[in-house]
């Protein structure tokens, strides 16, 4: 069973690479504003990683930021989920 071990960890990297692409070009945008675009990436990212808190955070941040409270509330909540399962 080793070869299936090594192609996980080879997958596990590729999504490590675009995890860091959506997550830094989403704060990029967040930094300039530019909340629209910042979801894009962010939710790029959890199409790869759904239960990633820096995506759903920031998120929950950008949909505040635009007002949009109830969006906002449900990326923050789905975090504390995240947080209260079963490890």
Request: glycine residues 4%; hydrophobic residues 30%.
């Amino acid at each position: 069973g080793g070869n299936k071990h090594v192609r996980s960890n080879s997958s596990q990297l590729v999504n490590h690479i675009h995890e860091n692409n959506n997550i830094k070009k989403g704060i990029t945008y967040l930094e300039s504003k530019m909340f629209k675009e910042a979801i894009n990436c962010f939710e790029n990212e959890l199409i790869i990683n759904p239960d990633n808190k820096v995506a759903l955070l920031n998120l929950g941040y950008c949909y505040q930021n635009m007002n949009q409270f109830q969006n906002s509330t449900q990326y923050f909540s789905k975090i504390l989920q995240i947080d209260n399962k079963v490890k």
